[in-house]
């Protein structure tokens, strides 16, 4: 089921104008909707910090029990008249709740601590989690940090191959 999306061009964790960050992250969302697997849009957009932060929480709720719980804060300026974005903190959690009610974390990219006692040159990493709930934790580095279109993309995938009958 996927298809062309929505493209990022430059560097995704760079300066972005506010008005492309949300056209991007509503033409994402609207590409899953359209095919089925975005369920539910329950994300908060907030402004904080007198117009200098801009936050995105809460879920968005998918096919076959999952979720992506989003926690993230933009720094927001103003160049060249326009009103621009950078993401400084993020964790998109992907969980999935069972039939029985339980909770199973699938993975977590996060930038809210460091690892450095593991060697991590920076603080983006993955959280990855085995079917047991044995959590690995690897450093992903800005460079591999995702979006979180890409996070969408990574849990369809990962849907896919844990439920072949996800679309059934």
């Not at 609207?30 to 879920?59: K, P, Q, S, V, Y």
């Not at 950078?86 to 993975?107: C, K």
Request: proline share 3%; net charge positive; no cysteine.
């Amino acid at each position: 089921m996927p298809g062309a999306r929505p493209g990022q061009h430059g560097d995704p964790h760079g300066w972005n104008s506010l008005d492309n960050d949300v056209k991007t992250h509503q033409g994402s969302l609207a590409f899953w909707e359209r095919r089925g697997f975005l369920i539910n849009d329950a994300l908060e957009w907030r402004t904080a910090e007198g117009g200098n932060r801009l936050t995105i929480r809460g879920r968005l709720h998918v096919r076959g029990g999952y979720s992506i719980a989003v926690d993230k804060v933009l720094a927001v300026r103003v160049a060249r008249g326009r009103r621009e974005v950078q993401t400084v903190r993020s964790a998109y959690q992907a969980l999935r709740e069972l039939p029985d009610g339980q909770v199973r974390e699938r993975f977590r990219y996060d930038n809210d601590h460091q690892y450095s006692r593991e060697g991590h040159l920076d603080a983006h990493h993955k959280h990855v989690y085995d079917r047991h709930g044995k959590e690995q934790v690897v450093w992903v580095g800005r460079d591999n940090w995702p979006t979180l279109h890409k996070v969408i993309d990574e849990l369809y995938e990962l849907a896919l191959q844990l439920n072949d009958t996800l679309w059934q």
